[in-house]
């Protein structure tokens, strides 16, 4: 006990300091400030004072997108672990525990199946969290799992990319769910069901370059950080300085590469109206 600990204990009348919770507050990534930690989650996320697009995860991201929140998630595909017995310093599987540990997620990408705005549909959510959202093999399993989904039910399939690239623990294996997640699309396709992806910050590497950049729509929260190699890369590479925001979702549409950026209140509803624009027919026959 420390000398002012057992001063404190002799005089009663001193008033005992009162304990604060540690997460009563949250500091805003924009623009640094702190924000009550209840009015940022009423709000999506998202800053009240800059509105900066906060991470979230799948429980947050169905509970926001789903009619009421209500949704049934599909089982998690089960995958080899390990398969090249990669060692650094921890060893695969003991970042795998401690990635579950900390999100109580089984790997990086969760489906779940219900509806929006009464339209129903299959959403898949990556999750930055769990190990940057990394695409190995139980992502790519995911997804085919997610697409299988979609196409049995009848209706679209909608992803919410996160990720920082290819699982470097997988090597080539994660490199492989590229070409596997491309074939699970064109069977959706050749369902004539449609494919809508909503990029999230941030989405970058492989899974940029596989399924995030092929949907029938493409969607992207404000400020999102989009792009294959990092921009210091490219420079170095081109020996030119990128231009201001570049790599941004606001610089990707003014330049093509995405149909829509969001705001994620409106998330929802601009994804119901895409829905009903898709697949009309197939809504009304469910």
Known sequence: MSWLERVRATIPFIAK?????????????G???MI????????QSVCPKCEHHGRIGPAARFDQI??????????????REDPLKFREQKTYPARLKDA???????????????????????????DFAFMGGSMGLAVGAAFVAGIEAAIADKCPYII????????????????MQMPKTT??????????????VVMTDP???????????????????????????????IEQTIREKLPEGFQRAEYLLAHGMLDMVVHRRDLRETLARLIGYLAPERQAAA
């Open 17 to 29: 300091p009162r304990e604060t919770p540690e997460n009563l507050w949250h500091k805003c990534a």
């Open 31 to 33: 623009c640094g400030q």
């Open 36 to 43: 009550f930690l209840k009015e940022y989650e009423e709000n």
């Open 66 to 79: 789903f009619d009421n929140g209500v949704h049934t998630p599909l089982s998690t595909p089960q995958v």
């Open 100 to 126: 579950r540990a900390k999100t109580g997620e089984q790997d990086a990408l969760l489906n779940a199946r219900g509806e929006i705005e009464g339209q129903h549909a299959v959403v898949g959510v990556q």
């Open 160 to 175: 919410f990319t996160a990720a920082g690239g290819a699982r470097m623990q997988e090597g080539i294996l994660s490199l």
């Open 183 to 196: 074939v699970a699309i064109q069977q959706l396709h050749e369902a004539g069901l449609p494919y809508i």
């Open 203 to 233: 989405t970058t590497g492989g899974v940029t370059a596989s399924y995030a950049m092929l949907g029938d729509v493409q969607l992207a929260e404000p400020g999102a950080l989009i792009g294959f190699a990092g921009q210091r890369v």
